[in-house]
């Protein structure tokens, strides 16, 4: 298991920022992969960006240029920040982490952009 911290969402207006941030909380595990996907109502679960050990990333097309994933290896943590916060970005944000060949998941925290 490795059980995955959310924080960072909120309430924000459009043209602002959030940093999110997700942290695998006591574990020791290698995480080859940890990213974010987004889940809007009524909507099916969407990737949004990951990184790899390596520092490779992958972006969803509607959010490169504004997001910007970050990973501490280390601290086996990953960051996301959004800026130019749009209202269509509001969802609630999945952290994922992928090790051992398996996907855990946080319990998601709340974004929401007002217009």
């Known amino acids: 298991q490795v059980p995955l911290v959310e924080s960072g969402g909120g309430l924000v207006q459009a043209g602002g920022s959030l940093r999110l941030s997700c942290a695998a909380s006591?574990?020791?595990?290698?995480?080859?992969?940890m990213g974010w996907y987004r889940q809007a109502p009524g909507k099916q679960r969407e990737l949004v960006a990951l990184k790899t050990n390596y520092g490779l990333t992958n972006y969803a097309d509607s959010v490169k240029g504004r997001f910007t994933i970050s990973r501490d290896n280390a601290k086996n943590t990953v960051y996301l920040q959004m800026n130019s916060l749009k209202p269509e970005d509001t969802a609630v944000y999945f952290c994922n982490a992928y090790s051992g060949g398996m996907d855990f998941w946080g319990k998601g925290t709340l974004v929401t952009v007002s217009s």
């Open positions: 006591g574990s020791s595990v290698i995480i080859n992969r």
